[in-house]
């Protein structure tokens, strides 16, 4: 790798824009001392424009959320030209032969005719969809990137609760976006978002009513839903992605430990122009794999499910997918979790799911804060860790995973017994274990993964690695030789953090504060079994054994 | 945050990896002795970088990519005037969304994939390393921050003039509740939830009919095994508020064996000779409990799976549903028909609060 310092860019540049002279200028050196003197533009690019990005695969995934965002804002628009948000009742006139004449509100009959009249408007409204759920999935992804590897450390806690409320608010897009045609399936869902609502204690029927416009289905909903999907939503999307974005600029982007790469530096290629261009290139893939998608693979097809009508349903009813997780808790509930108490009913068949899931959104928005209290550690972070090296903390999100995902899959508890011809409750006591007792196993077989990686890792960097050669020794004794890691590959096995258990002391007055015992018992919960770093005396030593 | 006691940079500059002693490591274990960073390994130069010809090769690859772009924007607009959308043809549908979609597809990839094949191929390979400084950012600045909100706040009189400060506090708690107020216009003034969600449109005398056509039913009509989904008579020809009375009226109508049934003492004069009605709203949150298994006189909601006994008065048998289905009390008139002896006698739909058994 060529090293170069960002000294060299700041010449050129002012030497384009700065000039004064009358010399004949070519067009784009005029443009841009126009651009300049109006906007102060080359400070910036000077700032910006030879910034090192570190380069990782796993950085993309946040790009892939930013970039299939854009789609959906694009095909958005393009459809708010068309949709039509009102519940008013029209029968169909279109073209689509089997619901001619059908009683359906303007909502969905206009939906139909972007997918069936409009040229490319199917292409367009599926790109929309398709791009939605790739966009939830992409943050999904991204933030278990962050977790595993410890990127929401300090100095970026708060971007990790900015990017955890993007995530809230992707799933609120999603699921307004979802409930706009009016079709059976979406009605269906507002259906179970207001018995669910309703359930609420104290305000939950007066915030159905609120919400409905009266009585569920109402006829303001979906304009409602619209004003939220198409105005306020997006406007906090963007504004929260300007901010998350603003802090990347801020703490520079981490990146994974290597040779040359150190807390106090950032090595990547600059921004201008091998970045730009990647990620520019890699905007324009994201949006040829959605077209992609769009043009082979129907999503969500209302024709088939008719208008909403309070009364029919189809079997195998299903949320998009990032709804799950909430559907699932609902049907993990074992009967009879509904009681009736001074005169008014509870609900813990929904204040239950809603309450362990709010506890479990609050725990993960709050864990970077929650491990710095416990390890104390004020330093800034800027080395991402391998997830091995965190074995704890691995531990947890793979508990978290596990819990998330038993939720999920039990969204389908229906499918699953139909498809593998299992019984109904069968499958939800099987979910209803994964769910309670899994996070716990996968706790503990992740944690000792995690640990037996570190010491493979660690027998690696004092001992070297199986070369296949075998030698035979004059006494007749074969071995196999082992090999040294080169200085490179051994400082990415030990370049790592270590955290000790905290040893709780008596402050000045001879105490031990109640808050000082919890961050001892949390702290030896996490640091606890570990695996110590290898030391520059453990590796003198293994060379000396082996010669 | 001028007193900080850690004052200076958190991270040292980028020659070495030691942090700053005065910032703490908390229970970070810190190696007196630590591990010497072997610095950045050699540069490796690309295939691009020593082959001519492999240099000219991926030119021409990302030349002939951005062309394909333009064939694929071509092959877009010709497919959005060559194959238009027949009326009452579904397949014109499906070819038009094919081919606009994968032209489109093959301009968006192919501008992709050559600019950052360009990137990766042909750009020069350098890696730049950046300092990193400490984003709390110097000492000097801090100071300058603390002593402009010092200043402020002695200009203001902000800390000092404490009967205005608290009155002004209170000024905007107090503004924004008119807002909240507004949004009880979010759903008519008159109206109460609670007793609205108390009604239906069932009551005495009312006809039992069929969901959609609303054509009465007739008891010898109904057959044994069978499930009929009924709507209370004059909701077919509703004009307003069709869906909100639907959604609490829908009834599921069933026929079994007499003697099959397990019917509770005071709901004896119920069912009219082995024919049951039951509110076809889940009291879990509202889906349409619609499968009925005609073998086991269950129903199943398809939304959570709550299952229902018919033949046990709907008693839920499984699932996260805790009341049983109310029943419709029916009878028949004197041209045969079935009609409601009265509304439900409970509200029907999802559990809320106010709703007292």
């Known amino acids: ?547 | 945050m001028a007193h900080d006691d850690h004052s200076g940079t958190d991270i040292a500059a980028a020659s070495s990896d030691a942090h700053d002693p005065l910032v703490s490591p908390g229970t970070a274990l810190v190696v007196a002795d630590p591990f010497e960073n072997p610095g950045f390994p050699p540069h490796r130069p690309r295939v691009t970088d020593t082959n001519p010809q492999r240099e000219k090769r991926a030119q021409r690859t990302v030349t002939v990519l951005f062309y394909l772009s333009i064939l694929g924007s071509v092959w877009a607009i010709a497919a959005y005037m060559l194959f238009p959308i027949e009326t009452n043809d579904m397949a014109s549908v499906r070819t038009n969304n094919l081919l606009i979609g994968l032209g489109a597809t093959l301009a968006l990839l192919a501008v992709g994939f050559g600019v950052v094949h360009w990137g990766k191929a042909l750009m020069a390979d350098v890696e730049l390393v950046d300092e990193r400084h400490a984003v709390g950012g110097t000492e000097k600045s801090r100071v300058a921050a603390a002593q402009i909100f010092a200043d402020a706040n002695r200009e203001s009189g902000f800390s000092r003039r404490t009967m205005i400060r608290r009155s002004l506090f209170g000024a905007l708690i107090a503004f924004p509740l008119p807002a909240v107020v507004l949004f009880r216009g979010f759903a008519p003034q008159d109206k109460d939830p609670v007793h609205l969600l108390n009604h239906t449109m069932w009551k005495k005398g009312t006809r039992l009919t069929l969901d959609p056509s609303g054509a009465p039913i007739k008891a010898a009509d109904v057959t044994l095994g069978s499930a009929v989904h009924v709507i209370p008579e004059g909701l077919a020809e509703m004009t307003e508020g069709k869906l909100e009375e639907k959604a609490k009226a829908a009834v599921l109508l069933m026929r079994l064996e007499p003697s099959a049934l397990n019917e509770l003492p005071e709901r004896k004069d119920w069912s009219y000779s082995g024919i049951v009605a039951y509110s076809k709203i889940c009291t879990h949150v509202g889906c349409p409990v619609a499968l009925y298994e005609q073998q086991t006189h269950h129903l199943l909601c398809p939304c959570h799976q709550s299952q229902f006994d018919v033949a046990n008065h709907c008693e839920v048998i499984f699932g996260p549903a805790k009341r049983p289905l109310p029943q419709l009390p029916i009878t028949v008139d004197d041209e045969g028909y079935l009609v409601a002896q009265s509304d439900f006698h409970e509200p029907v739909g999802p559990s809320f609060w106010e709703r007292s058994a």
């Open chain 1, 1 to 547: 790798m060529s090293t170069a310092t960002t000294e060299s860019a700041t010449s050129t540049t002012s030497a384009a824009v700065g000039t004064t002279d009358t010399q004949k200028r070519s067009f784009t050196a005029s443009a841009a001392l126009y651009l300049n003197e109006r906007t102060s533009l080359a400070g910036f690019i000077k700032e910006l424009g030879r910034k090192a990005f570190p380069d990782h695969w796993s950085f993309l995934l946040g790009e892939v959320a930013l970039f299939s965002f854009m789609v959906v804002l694009i095909t958005g628009t393009f459809l708010t030209f068309f949709f039509q948000a009102s519940m008013a009742p029209t029968h169909y006139s279109g073209p689509y032969v089997p619901l001619k004449g059908v009683e359906m509100s303007v909502a969905m009959s206009s939906t139909l005719n972007i997918s069936f009249e409009v040229r490319g408007g199917l292409f367009v409204r599926q790109m929309h969809h398709w791009a939605a759920l790739l966009f939830v999935a992409a943050i999904g992804l991204h933030m278990l990137r962050v977790f595993f590897t410890g990127a929401f450390r300090k100095p970026r806690e708060l971007n990790w609760t900015v990017g955890f409320t993007l995530f809230i608010l992707a799933m609120a897009e999603g699921f307004t976006g979802y409930s706009l045609p009016d079709d059976l399936l979406s009605g269906n869902g507002l259906r179970i978002i207001d018995g669910l609502i309703k359930g609420i204690p104290l305000v939950g029927t007066w915030i159905s009513f609120l919400l409905f416009g009266g009585e569920f289905p109402g006829t303001a909903i979906v304009g409602r839903l619209y004003t939220l999907h198409i105005l306020l939503l997006p406007a906090l999307v963007v504004a929260l992605i300007a901010i998350h974005l603003v802090f990347v600029v801020v703490h520079k982007h981490t990146q994974y430990a290597g040779p040359g790469k150190s807390p106090g530096n950032a090595v990547g290629p600059p921004i201008l122009p091998i970045y730009a261009a990647k990620a520019g290139g890699f905007f324009f893939i994201v949006f040829g794999v959605l077209a992609l998608i769009a043009s082979l693979f129907t999503i969500n097809p209302i024709w088939n499910y008719g208008p909403y009508d309070p009364s029919p349903v189809s079997a195998g009813t299903q949320p998009d997918w990032y709804i799950g997780f909430a559907d699932g808790a609902l049907r993990l509930i074992p009967p009879g979790w509904e009681f009736q108490w001074l005169d008014r009913t509870w609900s813990f068949n929904i204040i239950v799911p809603l309450v362990a899931l709010g506890i479990f959104i609050i725990l993960a928005m709050i864990y970077p804060f929650l491990e710095a209290w416990i390890t104390g550690d004020k330093r800034e972070h800027h080395i991402a860790d391998r997830p091995r090296n965190a074995p704890t903390r691995t531990a947890i999100g793979a508990a978290g995973v596990t819990f998330y995902a038993g939720l999920w899959a039990a969204a389908s508890s229906d499918i699953l017994a139909t498809h593998f011809s299992l019984t109904m409750e069968g499958v939800i006591h099987t979910l209803q274990a994964i769910t309670v007792l899994g996070p716990f196993a996968a706790y503990f077989i992740t944690k000792r993964v995690c640990l037996a990686l570190q010491k493979k890792d660690r027998e690696i960097a004092l001992h070297g690695f199986e070369s296949g050669r075998i030698v035979a020794l004059p006494g007749g004794e074969f071995i196999e030789v082992h090999k040294q890691l080169d200085e490179y590959e051994r400082w990415r096995l030990i370049s790592f953090e270590s955290y000790t258990p905290l040893m709780v002391r008596p402050d000045v007055r001879g105490r031990i504060s109640t808050r000082q015992r919890i961050r001892g018992v949390l702290s030896r919960w996490f640091f606890e079994d570990r695996i110590a770093p290898v030391t520059k005396a453990e590796l003198e030593s293994a060379k000396h054994d082996h010669h």
